[in-house]
Structure formats: structure tokens, C-alpha cells
């Protein structure tokens, strides 16, 4: 799968849910591996901010990213509407330090990224698989996520809260194509009895009943009421009982758990990769969906690239057959066993190593370990691979080491251990030479990595 962006630009403008001021954001498309950016074209010098997990600096009713003095807040409704058209590549410009709340969901931008259309890119995306279980919580509040391995990518949500209205709802989503209909229409939410506070802190001067659904669950005198609503300077309402307040009728019985969902997307989009897990979530919150987002950004910053994904009952997209096809090495020197995934611009390749490997009696005699040049080696096979297989004729070729840069060996390779080779272009191949970048792993862990140069050579 290649990354995606906007097909064209489009601008929306309305009020500020926090700021109350009039706001313009447009979006635009974006190169390949660009992400997901905010520019503050207000402010001198058009500071952008990269909408990444590290870069976030509050999560009080909404998500806030910063680069210095520049911020950008509620941006989850905007940022999940990206996520969920598959969007990789996107700049967002902003004329003020939030973006404009319009009906409080995600369906407006919905709409308009599918009035603009996207368009698909050269790279290739790059997910974030989940392997293992895993689990962020807070006891204080009972807020828990767990994360689990999924070939796609699911949420399940519970929310319950101690009211007479809103107590205890579930909302899941399967299918992410689904989200535009399910989803996206679900509208904020706030009770009546939190607004004076909120009103207090300088938030929502831009609520009222159009972008948020507001929830009277606490019994008040109508005097009260006014009170309130002259606080926030919207229009008094006459209210006899208990419920929902706005005109507008509900999406759905349970809006508020599917808005729920729609914020946790719009933060997991904050790991700047597509996610393929299931996730769980107990009365999730901005704080703690950002919390579950930073520790998967640490994992990402601490390994570049994930190791593969290796299912040995899955059927090879090459098996030694076809490598012997492709490539002129044989034994001893035929270093890949097998081929597991390919896109346009990377490969991943397979070596089981067993003990019976004919450099091992001289290299250890009593300690049997892969010499590093080896690895190289059949990194640089699997990398002749890629581009072989995209030549007519490849028979007729054959792929020439001319540059081997920035080595690491970080582990030894020992009889039994299964080495997994990603290995992609750097450049584009030019002239018939290939920058590439390969990585060598054993389970979850980087054994090796280095960069190289190959020349690609019509045989005489």
C-alpha cells in the first residue's frame, strides 16, 4: 500500500470551541513522508508544528501540540478525519492557536476531503504493527487502553460517568470505511454542571447548543439556568426535565461513546503511522489516549523499523526456486531462503540458520557464530532481489556491491536463530545504481544494519 494525500486543496472557517475567535483552516496536499503538519500563519515567521505525540503539551477538552510559543489545540476532530481516510501526508494551515470547532465532529471534514478526493504516492506506507499485548491505564480515574494484535485496525469503547443521563454506553468500530456514517457525525459533549468552571478556566467561549451536545443531568433552578447561559452569551432555554438540551436530535443512543471513539483515533494519529491492532478502551480521555500515544512514539524513535512480521505458514511470495531464477548465487553463497513481502520500494527476505552452515567449523570451532560480512551479504542479495525482479529478463543481469556505509553489528547470529532482512531504496535507482538501507533481525531485535551501494550490470 502507497501513502496517500489530497487530491486538492480546501479551507473551513468557523469559531473557536475555547477562543471564541472566527477561524480558517486549510488543508493541503502534502510530498511523501511529509505526515501531518500545523502551520501558524498568524504568527511571524509561519512556525509549523509536527502533529506527533512528543509534541504534546495539554489535553484539558482537547488535545494541544506546541513548538516553542506556537500552539495548535483541538485538534483531534481534524486529525481523525485524516487518519480514517487513510491519509498520510497533509499540511494544515491555521490562522489562530486552535482550529475551528464547526458542529463539534468530524463530520465536516469528512465531507470535504471527499468533495477534494486523495491521490496516491510513490513511498510506500509505513504501519505500525502491534506484536504483543499491551495496557496503559490510570488508577485515579479508571481509565485504562488496552492494545492487542489485529490484522486490521479496531476500537471498542465504554465510557460510564456518574450521571442520571449519561451512565454507562459501548460503541465499537470494525471497519474504519465505516467511519464517515458511523463515526465522524458523533458531536463533543459537556454537562450543564460543568460549564461555570469550564467558563472560569477561559474554555469554550465558543460553545453552545450547534457544536456540542449538552447534557442536563443535575436538577437547577431556571434562574440558575439563565445565569449560565448568560455566562456563556448564548440564549436562555426553558428546561422542565432531565436530558438532552440541544434542538438537533441525537445521531445515535450512544453519540457520546461514539465521539469518544472519534477522539481516540484522532490521537492515535499523533504515533504518525497507521496502527494495524485492536484497541480497547475503559473511559478513555485525551490525557490517556496521548499517554498510549507516547509510548508507542518512544518505541518507534528508539527503532526505526520494525521488525517484519513473520508467519512461517503463510506462503512465500518467493520461494528458493524463484530466488534461483532471480539471482546466479549458489550454495554455499546462496544467502536467502525465501521471500515474505515486497512493495515498490522495499523487500523482505528470509535466512534460516542452522548448524550445519559450512563456515562454522572454522568460525567459531567452539562458539559457531555468522560472520558479520555474511549478513551483509545476504542483505545485499535480498536488496538484488527488489530490483531484479522489476527488470524483464533479470536472468540476463546481476547486481555489483560498490559502496557499504554506516555498519553496525549489534547482536551475534548463532545456530537456530531465523534472520529476517528489510531492506529499502534510499534513492531512486538512477543509471542503474541503488542506494539502499538494510536492517537484519531475530525476532523483534536489530542484529545488523548498514547502508550500500549496488550497480545493476547487464551479464556479456
Not at 500552539?71 to 487518519?83: G, P, Q, W
Not at 504501519?127 to 481509565?143: C, M, N
Not at 436538577?219 to 448564548?234: K, N, S, T, Y
Not at 426535565?241 to 490521537?267: C, F, Q, S, V
Request: charged letters at 25%; one cysteine or more.
Amino acid at each position: 500500500m502507497n501513502q496517500i494525500t489530497l487530491k486538492g486543496e480546501f479551507s473551513l472557517t468557523g469559531k473557536g470551541l475555547h477562543t471564541g475567535l472566527e477561524i480558517t483552516a486549510r488543508f493541503l496536499p502534502a510530498p511523501d513522508n511529509h505526515g501531518y503538519k500545523f502551520k501558524r500563519v498568524d504568527l511571524e515567521g509561519e512556525p509549523v508544528i509536527d502533529a506527533l505525540a512528543e509534541n504534546v503539551v495539554a489535553t484539558n477538552r482537547g488535545t494541544v501540540i506546541a513548538k516553542g510559543e506556537a500552539r495548535v489545540s483541538t485538534i483531534e476532530h481534524a486529525m481523525s478525519a485524516l487518519y480514517a481516510a487513510g491519509i498520510d501526508n497533509c499540511l494544515i494551515e491555521v490562522n489562530a492557536p486552535e482550529m475551528p470547532i464547526l458542529d463539534g465532529s468530524a463530520l465536516p471534514y469528512c465531507e470535504a476531503i471527499a468533495a477534494v478526493g486523495t491521490v496516491e504516492q510513490k513511498a510506500d506506507k509505513d504501519f505500525y504493527y502491534v506484536k504483543s499485548r499491551f495496557e496503559v491505564s490510570d488508577p485515579e480515574t479508571g481509565s485504562s487502553i488496552i492494545v492487542l494484535p489485529d490484522d486490521t485496525f479496531s476500537v471498542d469503547v465504554k465510557i460510564n460517568f456518574n450521571s442520571k443521563v449519561l451512565n454507562n454506553q459501548f460503541a465499537s468500530l470494525e471497519n474504519i470505511e465505516t467511519y464517515a456514517e458511523e463515526i465522524a457525525p458523533s458531536r463533543t459533549f459537556v454537562f450543564v454542571r460543568e460549564i461555570e468552571p469550564l467558563v472560569k478556566n477561559n474554555l469554550i467561549k465558543g460553545g453552545d447548543l450547534d457544536n456540542a451536545i449538552v447534557i442536563y443531568d443535575t436538577p437547577m433552578e431556571q434562574a440558575e439556568l439563565d445565569r449560565l447561559a448568560d455566562l456563556m452569551g448564548v440564549g436562555r432555554k426553558d428546561v422542565s426535565e432531565l436530558g438532552y438540551l440541544n434542538e438537533r436530535p441525537l445521531t445515535h443512543d450512544n453519540e457520546p461513546a461514539r465521539h469518544k471513539l472519534l477522539d481516540i483515533i484522532g490521537d492515535i494519529a499523533l504515533i504518525g503511522r497507521p496502527l494495524k491492532g485492536r484497541i480497547i478502551a475503559t473511559r478513555p480521555g485525551h490525557t490517556i489516549n496521548t499517554v498510549l500515544a507516547k509510548k508507542i512514539r518512544r518505541e518507534i524513535k528508539h527503532q526505526e523499523v520494525q521488525a517484519p512480521i513473520y508467519n512461517p505458514n503463510k506462503a512465500p511470495l518467493m520461494d528458493n526456486n524463484r530466488i534461483r531464477e532471480l539471482l546466479p548465487h549458489r550454495y554455499p553463497f546462496q544467502l536467502v531462503d525465501k521471500v515474505i513481502d515486497m512493495g515498490a520500494n522495499y523487500i523482505v527476505g528470509v535466512k534460516n540458520i542452522t548448524a550445519n552452515e559450512p563456515f562454522f567449523p572454522g568460525h567459531f570451532p567452539q562458539e559457531p557464530v555468522l560472520p558479520g560480512v555474511l549478513q551483509i551479504e545476504a542483505m545485499a542479495q535480498t536488496g538484488g532481489l527488489l530490483v531484479l525482479s522489476g527488470l524483464d529478463e533479470p536472468e540476463r543481469y546481476s547486481t555489483y556491491f560498490m559502496k557499504i556505509d554506516n555498519v553496525k553489528f549489534r547482536q551475534k547470529v548463532v545456530p537456530g536463530d531465523t534472520l529476517l532482512f528489510h531492506v529499502s531504496f534510499m534513492t531512486e535507482l538512477r543509471r542503474g545504481c541503488a542506494m539502499m538501507k538494510g536492517y537484519a533481525f531475530v525476532g523483534e531485535k536489530i542484529v545488523t544494519e548498514c547502508e550500500f551501494m549496488a550497480q545493476i550490470i547487464k551479464n556479456k
